[in-house]
């Protein structure tokens, strides 16, 4: 009876222990799931942000270039319009149009296929557009709308930007520039438009203090906070909340039943934790599903252990690796700083660290290195992961090459930079073609008076001749005789005739010189043409290198080799002079940078290679190392020093001989060798005309 009772007591103990411990596991199984399903929903949320940050931000930038645009020609025409647009529209995906809205009413627009309903659309009299319009010429701020249906059909995204000109030292007003934005296509493009994404998440505008209705999704999702990020556009604010997956937990309840069964059967023990190890099967399942949606996703992803010195790198997804070209095993282990070389600003770094120091998140864009030497930039959003009682854990990266962001601003600068120039020049051409014109004149007429005096003399000096020969044969008067012998001798008339010849071919000379220079500068400096014309490249190098005598004469020689009978191109005559020219003086500063005492020397020779006009241009100069030789196209990269060169003459060359003539141009290049710089011009189109 008492071994009974023990039993009993034994029974009931292990019952109770094994019943305590089933509900204190379901307990923790329950708020480990809780965890998973709120951290999946954060790094969802974190994923579809960084996408719509990305596509958003790459069509609103098309605003900057239009804005410039204007700012540079505000009279800007239709046909110029459509050029300057429809790059910029081609070049983004998912918009609807740009349009120009001068005095806030819509009077260009590209496509305009499809949006003729938007043309003559004034904002400031429409009810639904009134108050964004009035906004954003008070702020001077772009500002962002929508989505909005479109009058043209659809429903868009509208950003409008205010643009005001100086005129007469007074700002004033001109008007918009509008980017619409497909509102469908973007939710396409970030994910939004998958059923599976749908009934989670949901975005809503900032307004004010407050906020809109969500324009996607479940206007209750806000409710849970615990997954709300905001999105930052320029002249917008978005919120974007993303809620944990909808799923049943069973695993407490299945625990529970699992311990009864253990208290009340012993013996069943064993198969009932088989079934509770399977649910915890599932479970690591659902993590590793988990792991494999971060490693697949195409934003970079890197976690960094704050516990371990230098708060290593512990994990980063294949999109790092591809973005920084490293393996693995090379950068784990690592702080994230090796990324950085000698062009990253401290500043940002710097950033970083505060973010990190005092476990906030911070976001930056800096200039990070591959392992190949390449530079890329990097948009780098940190936060901290805390545990649930309040420890930091770890460090999460999210990182966006933004390369093609930067580059598109970089064109779009160096669009306006050209566009000045481009007017620069043809200011100085008009001016430098009157110049030439008022030299030619006085030019001409001394030259003519110097014919002039040359026959005259040679008049007089045949003249004197036949005096001399006369005065030999008579006999004067004593005293006449002297007078005129002592004449003769003052005026030492043998020098005269033996040094004015040669002072008058010297006049002429020179004269000569500043006609041969004249007819130079004014062909050189022609006004621009719209349309091709045959173009003799010998003679236009003639030409150029006359016209850049100055720039090379102290420091170099100029040596030409220039293919005879070679076919003319098809080509705009002053682009190419001053893609010539750019040559002519990048080598004679080349040379300069060489330093010593001995000229050097300038090559230049044209052959006709493969159906094209080749023309080599060769220096004795410095040289341009590997890894600068391949950036010498870039815009604003120059290898000269500080306030020696701009960075735009070689990206001019280029956008002329290949965009402009569908031509080559490279370069070659050993240090301490000099380099050569090679142009190729196709004659195909004049050789099918003439066929």
């Keep these: 009876m008492r071994s009974k009772s023990l039993s009993f007591i034994a029974t009931a103990l292990a019952a109770t222990v094994v019943l305590v411990a089933a509900l204190l596991l379901a307990r923790a199984e329950s708020g480990r799931f809780q965890a998973d399903r709120e951290a999946e929903a954060i790094a969802t949320n974190a994923v579809i942000r960084a996408k719509i940050e990305k596509a958003m931000n790459a069509r609103l930038h098309v605003l900057e270039a239009l804005a410039a645009a204007i700012q540079i020609q505000p009279d800007l025409a239709q046909d110029n319009f459509e050029r300057l647009a429809r790059p910029l529209f081609t070049a983004r995906r998912g918009l609807r149009n740009v349009a120009l809205a001068p005095a806030a009413v819509v009077r260009s627009i590209y496509p305009l296929e499809g949006n003729e309903a938007a043309v003559g659309h004034d904002l400031l009299n429409d009810p639904a557009r009134r108050d964004s319009v009035l906004k954003a010429i008070e702020t001077k701020q772009a500002f962002l709308q929508g989505p909005v249906n479109l009058k043209q059909g659809g429903s868009g995204i509208i950003s409008r930007a205010p643009v005001f000109i100086t005129v007469d030292g007074t700002e004033r007003f001109w008007g918009l520039v509008v980017v619409v934005v497909d509102y469908h296509a973007l939710l396409e493009e970030v994910g939004l438009a998958a059923a599976a994404l749908q009934s989670r998440a949901s975005l809503r505008a900032v307004e004010g203090a407050g906020y809109s209705a969500p324009f996607f999704g479940d206007p209750g999702h806000f409710a849970d906070r615990s997954a709300i990020s905001e999105i930052d556009f320029p002249g917008g604010n978005w919120q974007l909340t993303v809620v944990p997956l909808a799923l049943d937990d069973d695993r407490p309840t299945a625990i529970i039943a699992v311990g009864i069964l253990l208290a009340l059967a012993v013996a069943a023990a064993g198969f009932r934790l088989f079934d509770d190890f399977h649910q915890i099967s599932v479970l690591a399942d659902r993590n590793a599903l988990l792991a494999a949606v971060i490693e ?52 940002s770094i710097a950033k970083i660290r505060s973010g990190i120091d005092g476990q906030r998140p911070a976001t930056v864009e800096l200039l990070n290195y591959r392992k190949d030497g390449m530079v890329f930039w990097n948009q780098l959003t940190v936060f901290p992961l805390f545990l649930r009682e309040g420890a930091l854990s770890h460090y999460v ?4 090459d933004t390369t093609a962001r930067k580059r598109i601003e970089t064109q779009n600068l160096w669009l306006q930079q050209s566009l000045l120039q ?92 500043i006609g041969t220079i004249v007819q130079a500068i004014k062909e ?11 173009l003799d490249i010998n003679r236009a190098i003639n030409t150029t290198v006359t016209v850049a005598t100055n720039q090379w004469k102290y420091v170099a020689d100029v040596v030409q080799d220039l293919a005879p009978d070679l076919p003319p191109v098809p080509a705009l005559a002053g682009e190419i002079n001053q893609v010539l020219l750019n040559l002519i003086v990048n080598a004679a500063h080349a040379i300069e940078a060489r330093g010593g005492s001995d000229k050097g020397t300038i090559t230049i020779r044209s052959r006709l290679v493969d159906h094209a006009v080749e023309v080599r241009v060769s220096d004795t100069g410095t040289g341009i190392a590997a890894d600068k030789l391949r950036r010498v196209f870039d815009p604003f990269f120059t290898t000269k020093p500080p306030g020696k060169g701009t960075g735009q003459g070689l990206a001019i060359c280029q956008s002329i001989v290949v965009k402009a003539h569908g031509g080559r141009i490279w370069a070659e290049s050993s240090p301490g060798e000099g380099a050569t710089f090679v142009v190729q011009l196709p004659v195909a189109e004049l050789e099918e005309a003439a066929a």
């Design 296 to 347: 697949a996703t195409p934003d970079a992803v890197s976690v960094t252990d704050p516990a371990l010195p230098d708060n290593p790198i512990v994990y980063c997804n294949a999109a790092f690796l591809a973005m920084t070209g490293y393996e693995r095993e090379e950068v784990l282990g690592r702080n994230c700083r090796f990324l950085s070389g000698v062009d990253t600003k401290p500043d």
């Design 397 to 400: 990266g999210f990182s966006t």
């Design 524 to 534: 050189f400096s022609h006004p621009g043409q719209k349309q091709k014309a045959p």
């Design 422 to 513: 481009t007017q620069k020049m043809e200011a100085l051409g008009s001016l430098a073609g009157g110049i030439a014109h008022e030299i030619n004149t006085p030019a001409q007429f001394v030259g003519d008076n110097l014919n002039f005096l040359k026959t005259s003399f040679q008049d007089m000096c045949r003249a004197l001749a036949a005096y001399e020969t006369l005065t030999g044969t008579i006999e004067p008067a004593a005293n006449d005789a002297a007078e005129l012998r002592s004449a003769i001798t003052q005026c030492d008339l043998e020098f005269l005739r033996a040094e004015v010849p040669g002072a008058i071919d010297q006049s002429l000379e020179g004269v000569g010189r």
